[in-house]
C-alpha cells in the first residue's frame, strides 16, 4: 500500500525559505512521477512542480527560480525547497505520485492517483 507522508510546513515571512519533505513507502515501481500540487482557501488544487524517476523536473510558471524539487532516492524522499516565498505561496501543499512510464509529461499537473495528507504553509507580509 502506497503512502505518502509529508512534513515540513510552517508559517513564515515573506522572502523567507521552508523545505518541504515527503517519505513515500509501500511500492516498488521503477517508473514514477511525484509531485507537489498545493490548495489555497477557495481556489483549485494546483501543480506546483513534478519530478520523474529518471530525474526530469517541471515546474509551474508561478514558482519557477523560487522552488526547486529533487528526491533522494536512498531515502525514498521528495524535497520541495521554497525560497523567496510570497503571500500568495500560502496554501495547504500535498505530495502525490503516480507509478507508470511517461506521467511526468506534458500533463504533468493533471490530477495523481496517490496522495499525502498534506502540510500546510503559511507566508505573511
Known amino acids: 500500500q502506497v503512502q505518502l507522508v509529508e512534513s515540513g510546513g510552517g508559517s513564515v515571512q515573506a522572502g523567507g525559505s521552508l523545505r518541504l519533505s515527503c517519505a513515500a513507502s509501500g511500492y516498488t515501481y521503477s517508473s514514477y512521477c511525484m509531485g507537489w500540487f498545493r490548495q489555497a482557501p477557495g481556489k483549485e488544487r494546483e501543480g506546483v512542480a513534478a519530478?520523474?524517476?529518471?530525474?526530469?523536473?517541471s515546474y509551474a510558471d508561478s514558482v519557477k527560480g523560487r522552488f526547486t524539487i529533487s528526491q533522494d532516492n536512498t531515502k525514498n524522499t521528495l524535497y520541495l525547497q521554497m525560497n523567496s516565498l510570497k503571500p500568495e505561496d500560502t496554501a495547504m501543499y500535498y505530495c502525490?505520485?503516480?507509478?507508470?512510464?511517461?506521467?511526468?509529461?506534458?500533463?504533468?499537473?493533471?490530477?495523481?492517483?496517490?496522495w499525502g495528507q498534506g502540510t500546510q504553509v503559511t507566508v505573511s507580509s
Open positions: 519530478i520523474d524517476s529518471d530525474g526530469s523536473t
Open positions: 502525490a505520485a503516480d507509478f507508470f512510464e511517461g506521467r511526468c509529461g506534458g500533463s504533468w499537473s493533471a490530477p495523481f492517483f496517490y
